[in-house]
């Protein structure tokens, strides 16, 4: 049961553009969200992250918005430069302790052409 | 502060065989999950060790297992491999508490053949 869905799959988008990588989920005890990007031959790295009880959080040029109705989050990257060239994963836990289990979403190949 | 450290990157086994991956988490750092990464299934939750303990454990069979040290260091074991056991392996380190964030190693390459 896939219970994080993202999408899409595979985006381009030209330097300075915004793109927007959609995320929903199904379980409605998840309530930490967080967002990853990885690099070819690398681990993903945390680049940001939220909870529900705010709709919104910028870091850098990095926004999630989230939508705790819809049930869904999504992430835009303002300014977009070449190297921001990589997939990003959102995910999703249950922030109680003794529980660190993230569950992932299916990844977003993002190209940022010149 | 040093990262996540994972030994070896890169590694190659033949079908039967067993492997141990180490991990190493960031200073002070009391929890330790480990994923498994493939094309076909994404990123897939194995299971967490907190204090030596296993806390939580993934959908994955019995050949899978881990455990982790008194330093927090930890390994995981694949025993009987397969070739889809063919993924790169990674760890997560975490504070262990309610924050969740977690941080990811650079990850071990396992090519069974």
Redesign the interface.
């Known amino acids: 049961q896939q219970q994080v869905k993202q999408s899409p799959q595979s985006l381009i988008v030209q330097k300075g553009g915004i793109p927007i990588i959609n995320c929903a989920y199904e379980n409605t005890a998840f309530d930490?969200f967080?967002w990853?990007q990885q690099f070819p031959?690398?681990?993903?790295?945390?680049l940001i992250?939220i909870r529900p009880d705010v709709s919104e959080k910028k870091e850098g040029r990095f926004t999630i918005s989230f939508n705790k109705s819809a049930k869904q989050f999504s992430l835009h990257i303002m300014d977009s430069q070449p190297g921001d060239s990589a997939t990003y994963?959102c995910?999703a836990?249950i922030?109680?302790?003794?529980?660190?289990?993230?569950?992932?979403?299916?990844?977003t190949r993002l190209t940022i052409i010149p | 502060k040093a990262g996540?450290t994972q030994t070896p990157r890169y590694l190659i086994k033949t079908r039967g065989q067993q492997v141990t991956l180490s991990c190493s988490p960031i200073s002070g750092h009391r929890?330790v999950?480990w994923?498994q990464q493939t094309p076909g299934q994404?990123?897939?939750?194995l299971f967490?060790y907190?204090s030596e303990t296993q806390?939580?454990k993934?959908n994955f069979p019995g050949r899978f297992s881990g455990r982790q040290f008194s330093n927090s260091r930890s390994e995981m074991n694949v025993s009987t491999l397969e070739l889809g056991d063919s993924a790169l392996y990674?760890c997560?380190s975490?504070l262990?508490?309610?924050?969740?964030?977690?941080?990811?190693?650079?990850?071990t390459r396992l090519t069974v053949t």
Not at chain 2, 96 to 107: H, K
């Open positions: 930490y967080p990853y031959g690398k681990g993903p790295a945390l992250a994963f995910a836990s922030s109680n302790f003794g529980n660190e289990k993230l569950t992932f979403g299916t990844g | 996540v929890s999950s994923y994404g990123l897939q939750f967490e907190f806390r939580n993934g990674l997560a975490s262990g508490g309610v924050t969740n964030e977690q941080y990811f190693g650079p990850g």
